[in-house]
């Protein structure tokens, strides 16, 4: 199972861990993690890193 952390572009705060799905809707990113807990941040995703389960972020959150 493939799992990604997602952060925050500015200073690399942790937005989300185990994050298991992302969508993106109407402009927002949805996060949607392992316990299928949701979050929504308006921002761009910057980068992905698939071999380091990595997720950036550019937002203001």
Known sequence: MCLSNIY?????????ENTSKIRVENGEIVLVDL???????FGEIESVDLEGN????SCEE
């Open 8 to 16: 925050r572009s500015s200073d690399h705060t942790l937005l989300m």
């Open 35 to 41: 316990f299928g807990r949701t979050k929504r941040i």
């Open 54 to 57: 990595e997720v950036v972020i």
